[in-house]
């Protein structure tokens, strides 16, 4: 549905139009130059809109409470093809608001190269795979919207708190720093920076991908065996 698109995008356009700009007034030093904020900030929104896929979950718990997910089990269908194609879904709506995200980006300064910018969303749509496979298996577990709204925000803050989406987790203390590299998805972020500043050969880049593919695939995996174990 258009609007749920549209809903979808209004978080990180709000926090290009209202929060960058006060980053800018903050920024001037060597972690936070001021003419590298864009830079610095949009890879962390589009970091956001794939986390954000986490709430996936609340659509698909009224197709399990139907019996609508129960009749698709006992079709002949294999259940990596079955979740695979709600995932997709997702992905589909993600990368239309990234693609707009950016578009936005571009009136606001940014400046990435165009390698830099396609292998950022390709890690985003992993992203995106890992938050959503993760938000079916909860869904399956609890199917309830208070359960899976509860599990969410428990999720959810920790995950943006530690992963450096709204400022360089460089500037945090070192304690803190250290918890940042359990965070899988700090990876991520900071792989998304390296390649909008066109840093292809920093290892950041080859640990996020490595990262996130590991996680699509176990969340994956996990959300498959959620499935079987709701069909036996």
Known sequence: MPLWIILGMMQPILYLLLYMPLLKNIGGTSVLPVGQIVQIFVPGMLVIMGVSCLFAGFSFIPEIRTGFITRLLVAPISRYSLLLGYILEQCCSLLLQAIVLLVISLLLGLKAGVLG????????????????????????????????????????????????????????????????????????????????????????VWQGFLVMIAAAAFAVYLAAKSLRKMSA
């Open 117 to 204: 910018v396609a292998l950022s969303l390709i890690l985003i749509i992993l992203i995106g795979t890992t938050m959503t496979a993760l938000s079916y298996v909860i869904s399956i577990t609890t199917r309830n919207e208070d359960g899976l709204a509860s599990m969410v925000n428990t999720l959810y803050l920790p995950i943006m708190l530690l992963s450096g989406i709204m400022l360089p987790i460089s500037l945090a203390p070192d304690w803190l720093k250290t918890a940042a590299h359990f965070n899988p998805f700090y990876y991520a972020v900071e792989a998304a920076r390296a390649l909008f500043a066109g840093n292809f050969s920093e290892a950041i």
